[in-house]
C-alpha cells in the first residue's frame, strides 16, 4: 500500500500491522506499531482502529497521536467507507480529548464526527460518532443529550452488529446511571455488560464493565460485592498492563476509604496517581487528589488541602462535585465551617443541575453539619429543626438510591444532633455490620465532621458479663469494697431507666434488719457506689446516681446503660413492625438470601429498613442480664426475663416477615435460631416447618415436624396437624 504521493512505499513496514489487525491479534498490531517511524503516516482506515485499542487500554496520548497520523484516500473523499473512516477518525480524538479534560475540542470533534458519519450511512461509524456526543453530553451535565445520543449509539452498534461498540455503549451507559445514583437500574445494565463481554472475550472492555459495576455496588453500600468486582477488574487491567489499571486503583481505593481501612485507600491512591501523571488521565488525577485530601487531613492537614486545591484545579470530564466535596469535607473537619458551606451549596446547585442525587445528598449533609458548626448556639432550637429536616431529605435520596452505608450514616448524624443516644447505637452497629472500620471516622467526610461517638462518662453493662466502665476504662473488682455495692447497682439498672424506692431496696439488701437499720445502711452503700462512680469526687453527688428522700435511679444524662438502650430500641422497633403491614408472600417463591443485605434488590425501601432495625436490636443483646452468676434474686430475674422476651420477639418478628416476603432462607435461619435456644417455642418450630415446605426442602420439614411433636409431648401440647402447616405460607 503506498500512502500519499510520491512517498515511499511502505508495504514492508505496515502489511504485518494490517494483517495482524484484520485477523484479531491486538498485541501483534500494537507491538508492528512500535516499529512503525512515528513520522509515517497510517491509512484512516488503520489508524482509527488502532486508536480505539489504545484507548480502550488508556493510552490516550498514543491514541491521540495514532489519529493524526490518519490519511484518507484523497481520490475518494466522498466515498462512504473513506467518510466512515473519517467519523471513525473525528469519533476517536472526541474521546481522547474528552478522556484528557480538553471538553471544548471534544465538543468540536463529536459534532464533526456526527455530521461527517450520518453523510457515510455506515451504522458503526454512526455509533462511534453518538457515543462521542454522549460524552461531550456528559461533561456538560446534559443528562437529556447525553441520553439520546446514546439511544442512537446503540441502535447503531446493533444494526452494525458491532459487539465491541455494543459493550463499550452499555458499560457507558451503566456509567451514566451510577452517576445519576441509579444504582439498581446501573447493576442490571453493566450485568448485561459483563455477560457480552464475556461472550466476545473483550477483556479490557470486561474489565470496564466490572469496574462500573462495582462503583454500583459501593453506591448501593454493598462494600463486599463493590470489593470483588473492583478487584477483578484491576485484576485483568493489570494483567493486561493497560493503563486503566489506575481506573481501578482510584476504585479500589475508594472502596477502602468509605471501609476505614486508610492504609490501604493511600497506597492505592499513590499508585493511581503515579499511573496517571504521564498522560495525564484527568478523571483518574482528580479521582485520586480528592481521596488523598480526604484521607490526609487527620494526620497532615496542609498536604490535604493541597491536594484538594490540585484536585479543583484538574479539569474533569465529570464535573467538579467530587473535587468539591473533598475540599468541603476537609474546610469542614480542619475547622472551616464557612469554606464547606459555600462548597457544599455550590454542590447542590450543580448536582441538581446533573441530576447527580448521590451528591445532592452528600452536599445537604455537608451543608446541615458546617451550618452547625459555624453557628451552634443559633441552631439550638428552630434552626436544629431545620437542619434536620435538611438531614432527613438526604436520608429520603439516600433511600431512594439504596445506599445502606450512606443511610446507616445520615441516621448517625440526625441522632447526635437529636441527642438520641439508642438511635446512634442503632446506626452504629449497622455500619459495623456493613463492614465499616473505625478507620472511617479519621477521613473527611460526615463521621469525621461529628466524630466518634462520645465515650460515656460512666457506663453500665448488664447484657452478659456485668462490667462498669469509667471513661471507658473497666472498674476493677476491689474497688467496690463490696458485693452489695454492685448488687445495688444491678439492681437500679435493672429498673430499666425508673427510679426505685428507697425502702425496696433497703428490704431486699438487708431482708432480717429492721426497716430504719436497713435505711441507715442503703444510704452508706450509695455513697459507696457514688465513691466507686466518681472516685475523685470531682462532680456534685447525684450525677451519677441521683437520689431524693424516696427513691434512687440513675441518671441517665451521665450514665448510659445498655439494657435501657436495647430495651427502649427493642420496644420502637417491635412498634414500628407492628404499624407495618407485611406484604403477602409471593407463590412458590424460594428465599435468596440469608439477611437484609442479601435481599435488599428486591425489597421495598420501607421493608429494608424495618429489616435493617430489627437485625441491628437483636445484635445489640450482648447476653442475658447480669448473667455472671452473682445472684440478686428477682431483682435480676425480673429484668431478665423482660429483656429475654423482647429479644425473642424480635427474632420472631425477622422471621415472620422474612417469611412473609417469600425469602424462606432467611427464615429459616432465624427461626434455627430460635428452636436452638429454646425448644419448646412452639411458635418457633411452626414458623421453621412453614418456611422448610415454602423452600421445598419437604423432607426436612417432616423430620422437624417429627421433632415438633416430640417437644410438644414433653409438656403435654396437643400438636398441630401436619397438613397444615405443609400447604400454607402464612408464617405462625
Not at 249 to 268: E, F, I, K, N, S
Request: proline content about 5%; aromatic content about 6%; some cysteine.
Amino acid at each position: 500500500m503506498t500512502i500519499g504521493t510520491g512517498g515511499p512505499d511502505m508495504l514492508g513496514v505496515l502489511g504485518p500491522l494490517e494483517a495482524a489487525v484484520r485477523d484479531g491479534r491486538y498485541d501483534d498490531a500494537l507491538r508492528h506499531l512500535a516499529a512503525v517511524p512515528a513520522d509515517v503516516p497510517l491509512p484512516a482506515a488503520l489508524a482509527w482502529r488502532l486508536g480505539v485499542l489504545l484507548h480502550q487500554q488508556g493510552r490516550f496520548d498514543a491514541a491521540e497521536a495514532c489519529y493524526q497520523r490518519a490519511v484518507l484516500d484523497a481520490a475518494d473523499q466522498h466515498q462512504p467507507s473513506v467518510l466512515a473512516d473519517q467519523a471513525q477518525v473525528l469519533a476517536g480524538r472526541a474521546a481522547t480529548r474528552w478522556a484528557t479534560g480538553d471538553q471544548a475540542q471534544a465538543r468540536e470533534l463529536a459534532e464533526g464526527a456526527v455530521r461527517v458519519a450520518e453523510r457515510s450511512g455506515d451504522d458503526s461509524a454512526v455509533a462511534a460518532a453518538y457515543v462521542a456526543q454522549a460524552l461531550v453530553a456528559f461533561s456538560d451535565g446534559d443528562r437529556a443529550d447525553n441520553e439520546h445520543a446514546y439511544a442512537r449509539a446503540l441502535a447503531a452498534a446493533e444494526r452494525a452488529g458491532d459487539f465491541g461498540q455494543q459493550l463499550r455503549i452499555r458499560c457507558n451507559i451503566g456509567s451514566r446511571l451510577v452517576e445519576e445514583g441509579r444504582y439498581r437500574p446501573a447493576v442490571e445494565e453493566l450485568g448485561e455488560a459483563v455477560r457480552l463481554g464475556e461472550l466476545v472475550g473483550h477483556q479490557t472492555l470486561l474489565a470496564l464493565a466490572l469496574h462500573n459495576r462495582a462503583e454500583a455496588w459501593l453506591g448501593l453500600g454493598e462494600l463486599r460485592r463493590a470489593r470483588s468486582d473492583a478487584d477483578e477488574a484491576l485484576t485483568r487491567w493489570q494483567r493486561a498492563g493497560s493503563p486503566l489499571a489506575a481506573f481501578g486503583l482510584t476504585l479500589t481505593a475508594r472502596v477502602h476509604r468509605v471501609r476505614g481501612a486508610t492504609r490501604q485507600a493511600v497506597a492505592a491512591y499513590q499508585a493511581a496517581l503515579a499511573m496517571a501523571e504521564p498522560d495525564g488521565n484527568a478523571q483518574v488525577l482528580v479521582e485520586a487528589c480528592a481521596g488523598l485530601a480526604r484521607i490526609s487531613y487527620a494526620d497532615n492537614p496542609v498536604a490535604a488541602a493541597q491536594y484538594a486545591e490540585r484536585a479543583l484545579s484538574l479539569p474533569s470530564a465529570a464535573g467538579p462535585t467530587v473535587a468539591e466535596l473533598a475540599a468541603g469535607w476537609v474546610a469542614l473537619c480542619s475547622g472551616d465551617p464557612q469554606a464547606a458551606l459555600r462548597y457544599g451549596e455550590h454542590v447542590r446547585v450543580e448536582a441538581g443541575r446533573r441530576r447527580d442525587a448521590a451528591a445532592l445528598a452528600e452536599a445537604m449533609e455537608l451543608a446541615a453539619l458546617a451550618a452547625h458548626q459555624a453557628s451552634p448556639e443559633a441552631t439550638a432550637t428552630r434552626g436544629m429543626r431545620r437542619l434536620l429536616a435538611g438531614l432527613v431529605e438526604a436520608a429520603a435520596i439516600w433511600a431512594e438510591l439504596g445506599n445502606e452505608f450512606a443511610l446507616a450514616t445520615n441516621a448517625l448524624l440526625q441522632a447526635r444532633l437529636a441527642g438520641d443516644r439508642a438511635g446512634e447505637e442503632l446506626a452504629h452497629e449497622r455500619l459495623n455490620q456493613i463492614g465499616v472500620q473505625e478507620g472511617a471516622w479519621q477521613v473527611a467526610g460526615p463521621l469525621a465532621a461529628i466524630g466518634p461517638t462520645p465515650v460515656p462518662e460512666v457506663e453500665v453493662q448488664t447484657l452478659g458479663h456485668f462490667t462498669v466502665r469509667l471513661a471507658g476504662v473497666p472498674v476493677p473488682v476491689g474497688s467496690w469494697q463490696s458485693r452489695k455495692a454492685r448488687d445495688l447497682l444491678k439492681m437500679v439498672a435493672g429498673q430499666l431507666g425508673k427510679p426505685v424506692a428507697r425502702e425496696a431496696l433497703a428490704g431486699a439488701l438487708w431482708p432480717d434488719a429492721r426497716t430504719e437499720v436497713a435505711l441507715r445502711r442503703l444510704s452508706v452503700l450509695i455513697s459507696t457506689v457514688r465513691g466507686v462512680l466518681d472516685p475523685a469526687r470531682q462532680h456534685p453527688a447525684d450525677r451519677y446516681l441521683a437520689t431524693d428522700p424516696a427513691t434512687v435511679r440513675l441518671n441517665p444524662a451521665h450514665v448510659a446503660v445498655d439494657a435501657l438502650r436495647f430495651y427502649e430500641a427493642a420496644r420502637a422497633a417491635i412498634a414500628a413492625d407492628g404499624a407495618s403491614t407485611s406484604p403477602a408472600p409471593p407463590n412458590g417463591s424460594p428465599g435468596r438470601g440469608s439477611g437484609a443485605a442479601a435481599e435488599g434488590d428486591a425489597l421495598a425501601d420501607g421493608e429494608v429498613r424495618l429489616l435493617r432495625r430489627l437485625e441491628a436490636v437483636v445484635a445489640m443483646y450482648a447476653g442475658d442480664f447480669c448473667d455472671d452468676g452473682e445472684n440478686v434474686g428477682d431483682w435480676v430475674r425480673r429484668p431478665r426475663a423482660v429483656l429475654a422476651d423482647l429479644h425473642r420477639e424480635a427474632i420472631h418478628r425477622l422471621a415472620r416477615r422474612w417469611l412473609s416476603l417469600g425469602r424462606t432462607e432467611a427464615a429459616i435461619g432465624w427461626y434455627l435460631r430460635l428452636t436452638a435456644e429454646d425448644s419448646y417455642d412452639e411458635p418457633a418450630h411452626l414458623g421453621l416447618i412453614r418456611a422448610l415446605s415454602a423452600a421445598g426442602r419437604h423432607g426436612e420439614a417432616s423430620r422437624r415436624y417429627q421433632e415438633y411433636v416430640a417437644r410438644m409431648g414433653e409438656i403435654d401440647v396437643e400438636p398441630a396437624a401436619f397438613s397444615s402447616l405443609s400447604g400454607t405460607r402464612r408464617p405462625a
